[in-house]
């Protein structure tokens, strides 16, 4: 029997068990006992092996657990010379019918076994067909027989694997409600980002405002005054809503570009020496001759520098890059938090069911948390900045060539290493992952046993037993350039959302800049990239050289 075949036994007699949360490491010793045991037997009186499925393989605790399969088998090949003289193994064509039969029997092989070990222990076989039992005190399954006859006892699951519960399930909320604020302030700026909030009628409120701020006593003839200026000095141009804007082709109207500085600076004197004279005409009657020259410069120089910044004559602007870097903080920290709560590390998102920190999940969780942070909150500003019909980001083909470039490479990765991890080992290769005791191979896959065994050096290491302790070049090409692509999207990103003009047409903006704009090389680079990646991955490595 081939440890693979030994294996698959294994696996389909204890792919059930579930491990006593108070004693976790028993079901791990048991299973080598019982490995042990189909050694010995050649694995006759098993049931035929099983494997698990893809389907089955994309479960990290049946992942795990064929990992364990494998391991515990690879040992149990070949026990070192001072284990061999301890190995006993119960087989027994017919089960004892209590527990006290084991205990009675063990002493007859190992006078210091005590009553509570793992076993094994050894019965006449009696001849007929091999029945292998090992006595253990594992909860749900033992005291009593391996393989196990009845229904398996649930483990405990992933949610209870949190250590913190509460503290993480409020982070998370107020993640949420951070993103939801967020969203809203996109709202609001897109509200103040329309052509209507800058209407030209809502010029001479404005001044309103600004003359009565400059002394009490124009407080009732304020209105009047600003309408009057308004009026006199033309500050509403006729035949466009703002200075700004150019004259549209399609009005009758002949188009021209929008006013420049000097005809700014006109309008502007023009408005200046209008509330001269309109102060003059209209301010109490009782003032004397310097304190009315003196209100009249104020209320002037208040005019003139109040329509050179109103939105009528300069172009206001809106940001969306603080909304969004909140947006990609607030994923960032549920990833963490979540990651956190189920692998005690808050890149537990990027480690994968190996233990190792995924290259190819890393690359997916960057690219979802920008393209979702980036729709999450120009959605919201362009509904708020919409004065018809609603218009939502509308993405090309290279903003979905990029996501499916990127959720496409972690399954197909997947089914690679899982196609590898059913193919025997080299021999050499094999040998050399025997003395280290913090790692195991399932086929030609490297596991690492220890769940907080990861290293950042994951990301660049080979993840085979023969090139497990080499730099995989196609790894490392994979991450550079996707390290380099993200730092492209965001300053593109950044470029566009962090100084938005109000008052432009947001169907159009919504269509051609609510997104990043990527070319072909973009594209290209990406692709190859990814495709160079799955490509040396699908390729078999040659085994190391012997003694390494």
């Given at each position: 029997?081939?440890?693979?075949d030994?294996?698959?036994?294994?696996?389909?007699?204890?792919?059930?068990?579930?491990?006593?949360?108070?004693?976790?490491?028993?079901?791990?010793?048991?299973?080598?006992?019982?490995?042990?045991?189909?050694?010995?037997?050649?694995?006759k009186?098993?049931?035929?092996?099983?494997?698990?499925?893809v389907a089955?393989?994309?479960?990290?605790?049946?992942?795990?657990?064929w990992?364990?399969?494998?391991?515990?088998?690879?040992?149990?090949?070949?026990?070192?010379?001072?284990?061999?003289?301890?190995l006993?193994y119960?087989?027994?064509?017919?089960?004892?019918?209590?527990?006290?039969?084991?205990?009675?029997?063990?002493?007859?092989?190992?006078?210091?076994?005590?009553?509570?070990?793992?076993g094994?222990f050894r019965f006449?076989t009696?001849?007929?067909?091999?029945?292998?039992?090992?006595f253990d005190?594992?909860?749900?399954?033992g005291?009593?027989?391996?393989?196990?006859?009845?229904a398996?006892?649930?483990?405990p699951?992933?949610?209870?694997?949190?250590?913190?519960?509460?503290?993480?399930?409020?982070?998370?909320l107020?993640?949420?409600?951070?993103?939801?604020?967020?969203?809203?302030?996109?709202?609001?700026?897109?509200?103040?980002?329309?052509?209507?909030?800058?209407?030209?009628s809502?010029?001479?409120?404005?001044?309103?405002?600004?003359?009565?701020?400059?002394d009490?006593?124009?407080?009732?003839?304020?209105?009047r005054?600003?309408?009057?200026?308004?009026?006199?000095?033309?500050?509403v141009?006729?035949?466009?809503a703002?200075?700004?804007?150019?004259?549209?082709?399609?009005?009758g109207?002949?188009?021209r570009?929008?006013?420049?500085?000097?005809?700014?600076?006109?309008?502007?004197?023009?408005?200046?020496?209008?509330?001269?004279?309109?102060?003059?005409?209209?301010a109490?009657?009782?003032l004397?001759?310097?304190?009315?020259?003196?209100?009249?410069?104020?209320?002037g120089?208040?005019?003139?520098?109040?329509?050179?910044?109103?939105?009528i004559?300069?172009?206001?602007v809106?940001?969306?890059?603080?909304?969004?870097?909140f947006?990609?903080?607030?994923?960032?920290v549920?990833?963490?938090?979540?990651?956190?709560?189920?692998?005690?590390?808050?890149?537990g998102?990027?480690?994968?069911?190996?233990?190792?920190?995924s290259?190819?999940?890393?690359?997916?969780?960057?690219?979802t948390?920008?393209?979702?942070?980036?729709?999450?909150?120009?959605?919201?500003?362009?509904?708020?900045?919409?004065?018809?019909?609603?218009?939502?980001?509308?993405?090309?083909?290279?903003?979905?060539a990029?996501?499916?470039?990127?959720i496409?490479?972690p399954?197909?990765?997947?089914?690679?290493?899982?196609?590898?991890?059913?193919?025997?080992?080299?021999?050499?290769?094999e040998?050399s992952?025997?003395?280290?005791?913090?790692?195991?191979?399932?086929?030609?896959?490297?596991?690492?046993?220890?769940p907080?065994?990861?290293?950042?050096?994951?990301?660049?290491?080979?993840?085979?037993?023969?090139?497990?302790?080499?730099?995989?070049?196609s790894r490392?090409?994979?991450?550079v350039?996707?390290?380099?692509?993200l730092?492209?999207?965001?300053?593109?990103?950044?470029?566009?959302?962090?100084?938005?003009?109000?008052?432009?047409?947001?169907?159009i903006?919504?269509k051609?800049k609510?997104?990043?704009?990527?070319?072909?090389?973009?594209?290209?680079?990406l692709?190859?990239?990814?495709?160079?990646?799955?490509?040396?991955?699908?390729?078999?490595?040659?085994?190391?050289?012997p003694?390494?």
């Open positions: 029997m081939s440890n693979d030994a294996a698959k036994v294994l696996f389909a007699e204890t792919r059930n068990w579930r491990e006593d949360p108070s004693e976790p490491e028993q079901v791990r010793i048991a299973r080598r006992v019982l490995a042990r045991a189909i050694r010995a037997s050649d694995g009186g098993f049931a035929p092996g099983d494997e698990p499925t089955e393989l994309g479960n990290p605790t049946t992942f795990a657990i990992q364990d399969c494998f391991s515990a088998t690879a040992e149990a090949w070949a026990p070192a010379e001072s284990e061999k003289a301890d006993g119960v087989v027994s064509q017919l089960p004892p019918q209590d527990n006290a039969a084991y205990l009675k029997a063990a002493p007859k092989l190992n006078g210091a076994t005590p009553a509570s070990a793992h094994p006449a009696g001849g007929g067909a091999y029945s292998v039992y090992v005190g594992v909860e749900g399954v005291p009593g027989l391996f393989p196990p006859r009845s398996p006892v649930a483990g699951g992933g949610s209870s694997r949190f250590r913190h519960a509460w503290p993480a399930a409020l982070a998370i107020f993640c949420v409600a951070l993103l939801s604020g967020v969203a809203y302030d996109a709202y609001c700026r897109g509200v103040s980002a329309t052509a209507t909030a800058i209407r030209p809502g010029l001479a409120q404005r001044l309103t405002r600004v003359i009565a701020d400059v009490p006593r124009l407080s009732d003839e304020a209105r005054i600003a309408e009057d200026v308004v009026s006199e000095a033309k500050l141009p006729v035949d466009q703002a200075w700004w804007q150019s004259v549209k082709a399609n009005t109207i002949p188009a570009t929008a006013a420049t500085a000097a005809e700014i600076d006109t309008k502007a004197a023009a408005a200046k020496a209008s509330t001269v004279s309109r102060v003059e005409a209209l109490p009657r009782n004397g001759a310097g304190v009315l020259d003196d209100m009249k410069k104020r209320a120089d208040a005019v003139d520098h109040a329509f050179r910044n109103d939105p004559a300069i172009r206001p809106v940001s969306l890059g603080g909304p969004w870097l947006a990609v903080g607030s994923l960032v549920i990833a963490g938090v979540v990651g956190m709560g189920f692998w005690g590390s808050v890149l998102a990027l480690i994968d069911s190996r233990n190792r920190l290259l190819s999940r890393l690359q997916l969780m960057a690219w948390i920008l393209v979702l942070s980036l729709f999450g909150i120009t959605s919201p500003f362009l509904i708020g900045a919409s004065e018809g019909a609603v218009s939502l980001p509308q993405y090309p083909w290279e903003i979905w990029l996501l499916g470039i990127s496409g490479t399954p197909l990765s997947g089914l690679i290493l899982v196609s590898k991890s059913g193919q025997a080992p080299q021999p050499n290769a040998r992952i025997r003395d280290d005791p913090d790692a195991t191979n399932v086929g030609r896959v490297e596991v690492n046993l220890d907080n065994g990861w290293s950042f050096l994951d990301f660049f290491r080979g993840e085979e037993v023969s090139n497990r302790d080499e730099i995989d070049i490392f090409q994979y991450f350039i996707t390290i380099i692509l730092m492209v999207f965001i300053g593109l990103i950044g470029t566009e959302l962090w100084s938005l003009q109000a008052g432009q047409d947001w169907a903006w919504a051609t609510s997104y990043p704009t990527l070319n072909e090389t973009f594209i290209g680079l692709a190859l990239s990814h495709g160079g990646y799955l490509g040396m991955k699908l390729l078999a490595k040659p085994d190391v050289k003694g390494a």
